[in-house]
Each structure stands twice: as C-alpha cells, then as structure tokens.
C-alpha cells in the first residue's frame, strides 16, 4: 500500500538557518502530496500542496516540490523564524491517504 | 465558515469506562476521518466515511473501538472500558473526497486522559 517517510525529529534550528525536512513516498498511482503543520496547542493546518509531478507548492515561506523520479517532496525555507517552531506532516491523498510520522522543528533566536 | 469542530476539547476518565468523542465537519463535506496522535507520536489513522458507510476501518485497534456517522454529517467515535494506552489526542477531518486533489480539514482535537 501507500506510505509517507519522513526524516526523524526534533530538528533544532537558530533563526535564519536554512531549513529543509525530507519526505519521500511510495504509491501505487499519481497521488497529491501535502505537508500540514501543528503549532503549539494547535490542530493541524494545510501549509501547502503539489497535484501532479514537477509542481512546487509554497506558503509563507515555505516550498517542496513534487519530484516523481526521487519520489520526494522535501519541504525547505530558505530563513525559519521562532515562530515556524512546529511539528510538520508530510502526507499523500492517492488510493489511500497515509501521514508521516510528523517532524517537530524548534527555532532557537 | 466554521471548521471543523470537535468535542470536548479535553476529557479525563477512569480507567474502564466509555468515552463518546464528536466530530462536526465542514458543511458538504463528504469524507470524515479519525486520527489519534500519541505523545510523541505521528498520526495513526483510525477510520474512515465516506457519506454514512465507513469503507475503511483497518486502523481502529481494538474491537473496544468503534465509530459512527449519521446523515453525512456528525461522527461519534466510542471507546468502550477505557485503558491507559488510549490517552492520546483524537483528531477528526474532513474534506471533499470526490476530489482528488481535496485536502483534509482537522479539527482542534480531544485530548483524552485515562487515569
């Protein structure tokens, strides 16, 4: 069946760092790939999303684009803030809808 | 609009007895889904409806588990003689699933405590 990997956690940045977390994924068809965010207290938000291969998604900052021959999607910023501090999911929406095991990135000022 | 709301917000309950979690979707929202997030944990899927049926309920770990729709709409999410390994937050979502590309609608969750 379908599944999502994503790099183990937490990752612990300083502000203006370079950010990049690694999903890659397996699926039997053409899924739609996702990453959600959780802040502190929160439930989960959409942050940005790909349909199909070579697509980039991008929202407040952040990017990952929909790489079919990698199988990957790894979201990345180019300068984190204190308050992107968050766990990240990385997901798909094929056949199945699967999650990754979530990401919890901490920004240090 | 109103998101999708999800109640209580928090519940503590003694080991061995029932808990009822409710789940309001989007309005016109055909899919709702269960989610349960451990401490420290990633998301594990629990149930799935598509309208009133429920096409996929491999993830609920227990027969002390089980979820209903009515009406397309409210979903409840039982847990029968509570055990410790169940406290854990209950997320639900939501979307409109007859689109491929739809994504999911969650909700702020239960956090429930077993004591």
């Known amino acids: 069946g379908d599944s999502v990997t994503q790099m183990e956690g937490p990752v612990t940045l300083s502000e203006e760092a370079f950010l990049t977390i690694n999903c890659t994924y397996t699926a039997t068809g053409y899924p739609s790939l996702f990453w959600y965010v959780q802040y502190p207290g929160e439930g989960l938000q959409l942050l940005l999303k790909?349909?199909?291969?070579?697509d980039k998604g991008s929202n407040k900052g952040f990017e990952a684009t929909y790489r079919k021959e990698t199988t990957s999607f790894h979201l990345e910023k180019g300068s984190v803030q204190v308050s992107d501090s968050a766990v990240y999911f990385c997901?798909?929406?094929?056949?199945?809808?699967?999650f990754g095991a979530g990401t919890r990135l901490t920004v240090k000022p | 609009g109103a998101g999708v709301s999800q109640s209580p917000s928090n519940k503590v309950t003694e080991k061995g007895k029932d808990v009822e979690l409710r789940c309001d979707p989007i309005?016109?929202?055909?899919?709702l889904y269960w989610y349960r997030q451990s401490l420290g944990q990633g998301l594990e899927f629990l149930i799935y409806?598509?309208?009133?049926?429920?096409?996929?309920k491999s993830g609920l770990p227990s027969d002390r588990f089980s979820a209903e729709r009515t009406g397309g709409s409210v979903s409840t999410l039982t847990i029968q003689r509570t055990q410790q390994e169940d406290s854990a937050v209950y997320l639900c979502?939501?979307?409109?699933?007859?689109?491929?590309?739809?994504?999911?609608?969650f909700g702020n969750g239960t956090r429930l405590t077993v004591t």
């Open positions: 997901a798909l929406i094929g056949d199945d809808m699967r």
């Open positions: 409806f598509q309208g009133n049926s429920a096409p996929d």
């Open positions: 790909a349909t199909k291969a070579d």
């Open positions: 309005s016109g929202h055909t899919a």
């Open positions: 979502a939501s979307s409109f699933r007859d689109s491929y590309n739809s994504p999911l609608h």
